[in-house]
């Protein structure tokens, strides 16, 4: 019986496993399946079984991850739900589908967990928040944290809370990205090689969230802290607050939130 049998490999499913193995689970503890044949290739000379069928990954392992987009899940689960037990625990990571339409499909006592993690996570440096349906142990609870806690962080939250969870952390390093996009092509535009700007923009966005999260202060009083009177940043600061940047900021995130919703499965 394989620990875990992980349903799509993508750059989820991948760096996941990527992670886990092997700190939290060897090679054979593992079994994977997806549609695209290709991204199977890597594991045909390795321990870990390359299943032909959902059912067969299924009928054989103890866990499953969920690693497909949310538009191929109704399809994924109405596969697995003929060999799903209540022997089984079922960790979705699909950007809002809920416990509960992953319930339905695969029947009542199906032991579901769902997961937002971030793309960080193939760095080792996610943020992964899970959620757990009433019937899992803290067995499945400590399980499914190890795995996402083997590629960053992992925090338990409600599931009500699951879109915020989304909008801030889930789509962040969009946001971050966009940020850094500025301040390069800045760097650049004023003379600056691109490979410079990318090195101050990049430390200097990892070096700012190393101070924040070793700090006993908060983000806004570190900010207080780096702004002097009539310094730089707060010349650009000025700037920032003319052109609104917490309203569009807070609005930007409403956006997500409301676009999570929509997206949401119920
Ligand atoms: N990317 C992110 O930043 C992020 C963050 C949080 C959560 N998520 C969630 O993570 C999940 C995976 O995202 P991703 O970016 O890793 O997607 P992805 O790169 O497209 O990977 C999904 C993989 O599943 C395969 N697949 C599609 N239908 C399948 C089926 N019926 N059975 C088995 N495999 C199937 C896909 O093959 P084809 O390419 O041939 O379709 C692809 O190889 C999504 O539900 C997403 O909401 C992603």
């Known amino acids: 019986m394989k620990k875990l049998f992980i349903i799509g490999l993508g750059n989820m499913g991948m760096a996941i496993l990527k992670g886990i193995i092997p700190q939290v689970l060897k090679e054979e503890d593992v079994s994977v399946y997806d549609v695209d044949k290709g991204r199977l290739r890597p594991f045909l000379n390795s321990k870990t079984e390359v299943v032909d069928t959902i059912e067969d990954g299924v009928k054989n392992a103890e866990n499953i991850l ?19 037990s209540e022997r089984n625990l079922v960790i979705s990571i699909a950007a809002g589908v809920t416990t509960n339409y992953i319930k ?27 959620c757990f349906g009433s019937n899992c142990s803290d067995e499945d609870k400590q399980f499914v944290d190890s795995l996402f806690k083997a590629v960053g962080i992992t925090l338990s939250v409600d599931e009500s809370k699951m879109d915020i969870v989304t909008a801030i952390s889930g789509s962040g390093p969009g946001y971050l990205f966009k ?88």
């Open 179 to 266: 940020i850094m996009e500025i301040l390069i092509d800045m760097g650049k535009k004023e003379g600056l090689s691109e490979e410079d700007s990318e090195k101050l923009v990049y430390q200097t966005v990892s070096g700012a969230a190393a101070l924040a999260m070793n700090s006993n202060i908060s983000a806004g009083a570190l900010r207080e802290k780096v702004t002097s009177k009539a310094g730089t940043t707060e010349a650009a600061l000025k700037i920032m607050d003319e052109y609104r940047i917490e309203e569009m900021f807070r609005e930007a995130i409403k956006a997500a939130v409301n676009r999570a919703k929509e997206l949401s499965k119920e």
């Open 66 to 84: 969920l690693a497909v987009k949310p538009q191929n899940m109704e399809d994924v689960l109405k596969e697995m739900s003929g060999a799903v």
């Open 104 to 130: 339905k499909i695969l029947g009542g006592n199906a032991k579901v967990a769902r997961v937002m993690p971030n793309l960080c996570i193939s760095v080792g440096k996610g943020t992964s928040a899970c």
